[in-house]
């Protein structure tokens, strides 16, 4: 344990606990969003088992990193372009938000009765296993950042479980917040659909920075704030 003695671990640890934090926010959305089509007293287990899940599959990844890093050898050439297993399941992943969010914001736009149906059809077993899909591209989204920001696994394990600690304890007043302001739902499901392309673009080799994406969606949400109080402050 001298390595956390050592100042540069100390550093290194906090800068991986916050870029896991950051990176699960997109998580929290998902889950809140799905978890909100559930009864009440199924919402917070359905949080819940999402996150331990998502924990659980981070370090199971994070005990395999041989088997990680193999994921980006190439499996698939066409002419110069390759895909390797990670940009396959990006993709794949891009795909399943792009179309789970329109289909989401279609059923919002249309009307309460179709809201009400779409409630009751929505399972707890559907929803675990729609957060545990999305579980698997955010894990390895989050355990490639972390390979490249250290290689002490000690280190990346302690992140991980850090963040996904604060993932649950915000996961309810963040689902709570979203749940009661339609047009939040509406902001934060876009958010997902900004998400699923840049899945998309990152497995077709082609880098995004992700803070434009999270500076984007800070702004509209401050924009809606204001909007929220300029309302209240007229009613």
Known sequence: MEIFLQADTWIALLTLTFMEIV?????IIFI????AKLPKHQQKKARLGGLSAALIMRVLLLLSITWIIGLTEPVLTFGSFELSWRDIILIGGGVFLLVK???EIHHKVEGQHTEQSVKKVSSFGYAILQIMLLDIIFSFDSILTAIGLTDQLI???IAVVISIIVMMIFARPVGDFVDK???I???????????GVMLIIEGAHYHVPKGYIYFAVFFSLSIEMLNMRFRKKNT
Do not use: C, E, K, Y
């Open 23 to 27: 990176l699960g926010i997109d998580n």
């Open 32 to 35: 809140s969003l799905v978890a």
């Open 101 to 103: 969010s329109t289909l």
């Open 155 to 157: 280190l990346m394990i």
């Open 181 to 183: 302001h339609p047009t």
């Open 185 to 195: 739902q509406i902001l934060a499901l876009s958010f997902l659909i900004l998400i």
